[in-house]
């Protein structure tokens, strides 16, 4: 009634070319996804990667950075533990899952 019995017709030829189509539309959002994981995700895996390794050959007389912001030089290792003096004769328990970062025993601060 309100439609013109050839724009009907039509309809079903676009229909048919919609498989490729709806193919081209998709390349963007895979072209964003691969650049998403070269840019993004595979940087954050390696750098996770190389903190676990510093994490589990943490020594003793390594300095650390804690999670929480707290800085000190490792005194004691365990399995899942880590002692860390903080200042003069104060020493705490830190889980070694919350270390951040680890520096070496030659290693100068970053202000020297």
């Known amino acids: 009634m309100l439609i013109s ?14 498989g490729y189509a709806s193919l ?11 650049v998403f994981y070269f840019l993004m995700i595979r940087p ?7 903190l676990q390794q510093a994490v589990a050959a943490v020594k003793k007389g390594d300095s ?10 490792v005194t004691k290792v365990e ?3 880590v002692e860390v003096e903080i200042a003069p004769n104060t020493r705490i328990r830190v889980v070694k899952a919350t270390l ?13």
Not at 64 to 73: L, Q
């Open 24 to 34: 081209i539309s998709f390349a963007p959002l895979l072209l964003i996804f691969i």
């Open 5 to 18: 019995p050839a724009y009907a017709q039509t309809a079903g030829s676009a229909a048919d070319a919609g």
């Open 100 to 112: 951040a970062e680890v520096t070496g025993l030659n290693t100068k601060p970053a202000n020297d």
């Open 44 to 50: 954050q895996q390696t750098r996770m990667k190389a």
């Open 79 to 81: 399995d899942a533990f």
């Open 64 to 73: 650390v950075v804690t999670a929480g912001g707290v800085m000190g030089k």
